[in-house]
């Protein structure tokens, strides 16, 4: 969130010159804050036009379309519009954002399977699918093996379901020289739960084409579950809310809202 304190320090700051494209400075700013994007505008809507040196806007709208935010991982659509803002000019001069009224934003994003999967095989995101242990025979006697995941792949489905496919490849050992290579793939529903839960529901988790034990698919989606509970931003002052979530064949779309009291991390 620390990029609304800069959009907003932005455009209040330059309220008061003459001659100046309050748009876009504001698009110039949030253009530096990502890494690219094809199409990206700001509009900065105001009426009165004083009332923004006393602190309030009307409503600040935000368009992107091929929005990188991270060097490896393209957003297809972003939009997003807030609702009236206040804040205090006083603390403005001090290099403070006081808010006088919470801040709210509703927001729209349309990611592409396709994008994802790029952004699953970029080299930062691969570290992270290195060294995995895990015992493929599912019962607690088994020895862990240490795998790499490879290759992994995303598809949306109609209907919220996702699929997950990769290779779990084995690393060499002494005992086994040669590395080996099994097949998985997860298939399961992606739900919201009271708008504040992305929940992975019923998995199917398959390995070379056999079922793995219900234990194990339920102890996966737990896991995955607890990452996907937005009450974990509420510690630091954010009120998320997922409103609509809809899969059709490549892409997803989410729209939501957020709330905050005040501007964090200043």
Do not use: C, W
Not at 2 to 31: C, H, K, N
Not at 91 to 101: E, H, N, P, S, T
Not at 133 to 156: A, H, Q, W, Y
């Amino acid at each position: 969130m620390e990029f609304f304190a800069g959009l907003l320090t932005t455009v209040l700051g330059v309220a008061g010159a003459p001659g100046i494209a309050i748009d876009r400075i504001a698009t110039d700013f949030l253009r530096g804050q990502i890494v690219r994007a094809d199409t990206l505008e700001v509009r900065v809507d105001n009426a009165p036009n004083y009332q923004i040196l006393l602190g309030n806007v009307d409503r600040i709208r935000v368009a992107g379309r091929g929005v990188y935010v991270l060097e490896f991982l393209r957003i297809d659509e972003i939009d997003l519009e807030t609702d009236p803002i206040s804040i205090d000019p006083t603390a403005l001069q001090a290099g403070k954002i006081v808010l006088r009224r919470p801040l709210q934003a509703a927001a729209r994003v349309v990611l592409r399977s396709e994008d994802i999967n790029v952004a699953l095989r970029s080299p930062i995101v691969q570290s992270s699918f290195k060294n995995l242990s895990i015992d493929i025979t599912g019962t607690s006697k088994g020895k862990p093996e240490i795998f790499d995941l490879v290759n992994p792949e995303v598809t949306f489905l109609e209907g919220d379901l996702i699929l997950l496919a990769a290779t779990l490849q084995s690393q060499p050992t002494t005992a086994k020289p040669e590395p080996s290579k099994l097949n998985v793939s997860v298939k399961a529903e992606l739900k919201t739960l009271g708008g504040t839960k992305l929940q992975i529901i019923n998995p199917k988790i398959e390995l070379e084409g056999t079922p793995i034990p219900d234990k194990i698919a339920s102890a996966f989606a737990q896991g995955l579950n607890k990452v996907l509970d937005l009450r974990q931003l509420e510690a630091r002052g954010i009120t998320a809310r997922v409103l609509k979530l809809e899969f059709t064949e490549g892409k997803m779309q989410v729209i939501g809202f957020a709330k905050m009291d005040s501007i964090p991390n200043q």
